[in-house]
């Protein structure tokens, strides 16, 4: 089977490329094709890539062929003839990305890359590329599968199913993390469990976790002690939680904490993307000067940077952050929904996810078409939503105008609207005035012209 990465050349690419070497089922990934519009960038994670095959195969050695990699800047010739393509681009680099966080920050508003203002902008400048590529994969590869990760997941993947249908499927790490955590603080194995889990992408509550039949989730939510050792009861404090009757997802933080969050990033002397693009223009250059290193390099740069990820959220009372788990550092996560979505489909292993889909009622109070991140059972056929408890209905509330606003960034995008940009950015619920969002959206047009000056 042929694997096509759209951003072929980023940094967690490797994450993909183990997980693929680990894999020795029959109906495997044979070919993988690395796209990205930067040769520079290309060839270096063909180094890594390398030097990962072949620690793999000293270490572990290697009972099947590893997958051909090869590199292109030609869009057209990755995809044709694609079985699946993982989208994982970043429309702007890390330089869109702290555009979004300070333009954001300067005006006293969350700054952060998918939630908020800063989710707004990045989903303005993604989704033509997005529309762009799902058109090339009609065209090219219209038996493909196409696995999205590109951000916002959520708003991405609902713009590409316009072409593509349910065909593209939306995946993020950070749901299935959480029910782990759960679970395994419940003394159980995610596997044997139910997940009750409802909302959108980077958006979502763990509502229930259920084994024959009996919800657990409330044993959890009454041991202060089990609660309190998770990243969640650290994160929103085990008050709160019991308060909520449900565990969120880690980016509710900035709903539920928002000035917190704000005075956490502007204390910082970076944002996360300004320290993303300096650890990673190090990175690159480093390794483009010491190919041998190549992999020392990447693995000690991606240990450094999940350790400080959502790092403005943990920070305690005193000042300091606290630590992240161990397990969770070492987690990486999305690579692995990656591979068993894929094995799945392919290769008829039905598994149990949970994913961005057209929710088809799923979710009470939504559009059917209306992409949610809901349970799914998936075999060969694709996924489909199990069903799910209704959501409470200040959390039903925020969803809805969460997709509301989604929906706008898309139609800004097809119909090249500075009015719907700005209309977008208003009835976000992070934004506190349409005045701010007017001026977010001249920010935007002054740092990223190339991107935004196209809105009339």
Request: glycine letters at 10%.
């Amino acid at each position: 089977m042929k694997l096509v990465i759209l951003g072929g050349g980023g940094f967690r690419v490797p994450l993909v490329h183990g997980a693929l070497l680990r894999d020795t089922a029959d109906r495997r990934v044979t070919e993988v094709v690395l796209h990205d519009t930067d040769v520079a960038r290309l060839d270096v994670m063909r180094l890594v890539l390398s030097a990962q095959a072949d620690r793999v195969a000293a270490h572990a050695g290697l009972p099947v062929a590893p997958p051909t990699v090869t590199a292109t800047t030609d869009l057209d010739a990755a995809l044709e003839g694609a079985d699946f393509v993982f989208s994982a681009m970043r429309v702007g680099g890390l330089e869109g990305r702290t555009a979004d966080e300070r333009i954001a920050l300067d005006l006293g508003l969350l700054g952060q890359e998918t939630t908020g203002p800063g989710g707004v902008g990045y989903g303005l400048r993604t989704v033509p590329v997005a529309l762009d590529v799902a058109e090339r994969v009609r065209r090219l590869a219209p038996d493909a599968w196409v696995i999205n990760f590109t951000n916002p997941a959520g708003l991405v993947t609902q713009a590409m199913q316009s072409v593509l249908g349910d065909r593209v499927v939306g995946i993020c790490d950070s749901p299935l993390g959480l029910a782990k955590r759960a679970a395994g603080a419940l003394g159980h194995d995610l596997d044997d469990l139910e997940i009750d889990y409802a909302g959108l992408n980077h958006l979502g509550w763990l509502t229930g976790l259920r084994r024959d039949g009996r919800d657990l989730l409330p044993d959890l939510l009454a041991d202060e002690r089990a609660l309190s050792a998770i990243e969640e009861g650290q994160l929103f404090g085990t008050d709160w939680l019991q308060t909520l009757g449900a565990l969120p997802n880690e980016y509710l933080y900035y709903y539920y904490f928002t000035r917190d969050a704000i005075g956490q990033i502007t204390s910082a002397q970076q944002t996360r993307g300004e320290y993303l693009l300096a650890q990673q223009a190090a990175f690159y250059d480093g390794v483009a000067g010491s190919p041998g290193e190549a992999w020392q390099r990447w693995d000690a740069v991606r240990r450094e940077r999940n350790a400080t990820y959502m790092q403005e959220t943990r920070e305690a009372d005193d000042g300091e952050a606290h630590e992240r788990a161990e397990a969770d550092v070492e987690g990486g996560g999305y690579e692995g929904v990656a591979l068993a979505l894929m094995a799945a489909i392919a290769r008829d292993e039905p598994a149990r996810l949970i994913l961005n889909v057209r929710g088809g009622g799923a979710v009470a109070g939504l559009p059917d078409d209306a992409v949610v991140e809901v349970p799914c059972r998936v075999d060969a056929r694709g996924p489909v939503p199990v069903a799910v408890s209704p959501l409470p209905g200040h959390a039903l509330g925020l969803v809805q105008q969460v997709k509301a606003v989604d929906e706008l960034v898309i139609r800004a995008a097809l119909e090249q609207s500075r009015s719907l940009a700005v209309e977008a950015l208003a009835l976000h619920p992070l934004v506190d005035s349409v005045t701010v969002a007017r001026q977010v959206m001249s920010g935007y047009v002054q740092r990223l012209p190339a991107f935004y000056c196209a809105l009339r």
